[in-house]
């Protein structure tokens, strides 16, 4: 789309918008049906956005919901498939990890810190990096076990703390008691990939219920080429199968009246094919191996006629072991270097909610954590043992938070919240959050949402120093913003729906890593940035045969001095869905694709545009006991890179790939 269609797109959807019906009655709350379809069924609800249970239209923030039959019908089998999917959202991979970017701020080098991945409202953000690196199979999650995706944009620190500035993503698991008794998949795909998975709901009585889930999987990897590594030296570019990752996924979730306990678990070891400089090119020695675990117990009861009362409590566990080989005469010719990272600490939150007449719904609620360890490593192992760094400064931290629904009217809203945290290593900071949603119609709704969110620096930002890459700055403080969204949501028949959302950060005191020599790297509070756009989205089922949804957004983030463009920061992201069922609704054929305009690396290299289509065939009941899943993803093979933070800062991305997946259900 050329950038002189876009004004006229964005006053035909405005347009659209502004057209509603005559109505003199309150907006109409919408019904949970969670049937195949948002655009043909009931809206969704919502949990994350005010910590309680709303529909789309009423919460305070421009949110997207992904279903269970979505995930299903277009084979998304990681977290990364999912948001690439998604309105705004795009995904980068260094062959170590998957980010994720949105509204134009996904730096290399940064660790998805500025946006909140939560399990049912519990946050994943561990407490060495700060980092939500959770996107492909280092997510212990699996796909299957998945009931929804909320995905809400803009500032939540208002009610979650720290790291809540550009999103919050709450990924909704499916309850013991509606979880099928026993399911199994296997999976294959290209280069090698296996995963075997195996779930089941048992019924213990009385009430009691259990939900027991495992997987594990293997990649072989491949061959990969890079051309800042072509010399004899090096192989002439050449990694082989260095980019391979095995591992494992566990979850056991309990429930019992007023009791929900939910274990997670997991492990993943991935060969990194390419690091910084001085590391050895294409040694399969080198890995990275990440341990993401929690868990928690939660308990629900009324209180009064009409309050609720949540209690909840988490341990949390985190470990990091990377392992690089380095080039060196003085040790004989390689250096076996570790890091290690080992975060433990204890969360516990209790909210009360309650509805207050006419003066609206209360919801208020206290937080606190206590961190046992965050302890960072890195050390020489051979040929001769020395300890560069060995360090912990555990925080301890409260908050108290509290946000009232005011209604204005038959058709306003007002949400008024605000949290204040206080924290032993990072001291006190204040996160207001005013909103105002206006439905003029049970189709319609209008919303205006202003928030300060903040993010406190990581302790491997702040602490971590081993001569070798990095320096420590214990001076560094926090990061904070100013975010201001106006959206419109506008459903213009049963089938066919319009979103419309403009926003505006003004980032100060960014933390950014910084080089101070030609080989060492500091993080320091770097000044401002800014970042402005415009997100529009169609949604409609125009045949019953027939779903498709489409969306465009347009948007700059930029140095707010210089006004110069962010790396890895597109101006444009064009996407599209659409699913065709068959065979009364038993067979699927899916397809997507997504642009994504031209970006720059943090050199300035220029990285050309981005155009990837997806195919995928499924089945639903299509047999008594079996369905099938397929696909293949980048089918036009598009050869393009990504934007990465290493020794060249450019990586290849995949090409043509397949994915097969067998579901097995016996009991059903």
């Known amino acids: 789309m050329r950038s002189s269609q876009i004004p006229a797109l964005a006053a035909y959807l405005g347009a659209a918008l502004l057209i509603t019906p005559a109505a003199g009655r309150a907006p109409e709350a919408p019904s949970n049906t969670g049937g195949e379809s948002a655009i043909l069924e009931d809206l969704p609800m919502v949990e994350a956005a005010t910590l309680h249970s709303q529909t789309l239209q009423e919460a305070p923030a421009a949110v997207t919901v992904i279903t269970a039959s979505e995930i299903r019908r277009y084979g998304y089998r990681t977290l990364a498939d999912v948001l690439g999917a998604v309105r705004g959202f795009y995904i980068t991979s260094d062959r170590s990890y998957q980010y994720a970017g949105i509204r134009g701020l996904a730096i290399p080098g940064d660790w998805n ?16 990096y700060n980092s939500t690196n959770f996107f492909g199979q280092d997510f212990g999650l699996d796909m299957d076990l998945v009931n929804r995706i909320e995905i809400i944009r803009g500032p939540v ?13 709450n ?3 499916h309850s013991p008691v509606d979880a099928a008794q026993f399911r199994s998949t296997l999976e294959t795909g290209s280069f090698g990939e296996k995963k075997a ?22 990649n072989a990897g491949r061959r990969l080429y890079f051309e800042d590594y072509d010399s004899p030296e090096t192989n002439h570019g050449i990694a082989n199968r260095v980019d391979a990752e095995r591992g494992y996924h566990t979850v056991a979730n309990f429930v019992w009246g007023r009791w929900n306990v939910l274990g997670y678990f997991n492990s993943r070891q991935v060969q990194v094919p390419v690091a910084g400089i001085g590391i050895i090119f294409n040694d399969p020695a080198n890995y990275a191996l990440d341990s993401r675990n929690f868990l928690g117990v939660i308990y629900n009861r009324e209180a009064g006629a009409t309050g609720k009362l949540r209690w909840q409590l988490y341990y949390d566990r985190y470990r990091y072991l990377h392992r690089w080989d380095y080039e060196s005469e003085e040790a004989g010719g390689v250096l076996d270097n570790r ?15 309650r509805p207050l007449g006419r003066l609206g719904t209360l919801t208020a609620g206290t937080e606190g954590s206590i961190e046992l360890r965050n302890l960072q490593i890195n050390e020489d192992v051979s040929p001769n043992y020395f300890q560069h760094l060995s360090i912990s400064r555990p925080d301890r931290a409260v908050a108290v938070f509290g946000q009232q629904e005011v209604p204005l009217g038959r058709r306003w809203t007002a949400y008024l919240g605000v949290r204040m945290d206080q924290s032993m290593n990072f001291g006190s900071f204040a996160s207001p959050r005013l909103a105002l949603v206006f439905q003029p119609s049970s189709h319609t709704a209008y919303k205006l949402v202003y928030g300060r969110p903040f993010r406190n620096p990581s302790v491997f930002e702040q602490y971590y120093q081993d001569n070798l890459a990095y320096l420590d700055n214990p001076n560094l403080f926090q990061e904070r913003a100013h975010a201001l969204e106006v959206s419109a949501e506008r459903r213009l028949k049963p089938n066919f729906s319009v979103i419309l959302n403009a926003f505006h950060y003004r980032f100060s005191d960014i933390i950014q890593a910084r080089w101070i020599t030609d080989t060492l790297q500091q993080y320091q509070n770097a000044g401002g940035r800014r970042s402005t756009g415009l997100e529009m989205e169609l949604r409609a089922a125009p045949l019953r045969w027939l779903e498709t949804d489409a969306s465009l957004v347009v948007q700059k983030a930029a140095e707010a001095g210089s006004g110069a463009r962010l790396p ?45 289509a997806d195919t995928t065939l499924s089945t639903v009941r299509l047999s008594a006991s079996y369905d099938l899943v397929g696909g293949v993803r980048n089918l036009l093979n598009w050869q393009y890179h990504h934007p990465v933070d290493y020794s060249m800062d450019r990586i290849l991305a995949n090409g043509r790939t397949f994915f097969v997946k067998l579901i097995w259900r016996p009991l059903e």
Do not use: C
């Open 568 to 612: 890895n920061s597109p101006a444009r992201i064009h996407k599209g869905r659409f699913s065709i069922p068959f065979a009364g609704r038993r067979v699927f054929a899916s397809g997507a694709f997504q642009y994504i305009s031209p970006r720059v690396t943090g050199l300035g290299i220029p990285l050309r545009r981005v155009f990837l």
């Open 197 to 218: 998975t195996m779930s089941s709901s048992l019924d213990l009585g009385k009430g009691a219920n259990l939900l027991l889930s495992a997987s594990v999987f293997h």
């Open 157 to 169: 620190s208002a009610l979650y703390g720290s790291n809540g500035i550009l999103a919050n993503i």
């Open 339 to 353: 890091t290690g990272a080992w975060g433990d600490w204890l969360n516990s939150q209790l909210i009360y909610s």
């Open 171 to 173: 990924i909704v698991t």
């Open 113 to 128: 810190s500025r946006f909140l991945i939560m399990i049912n409202g519990h946050p994943l953000t561990e407490n060495i």
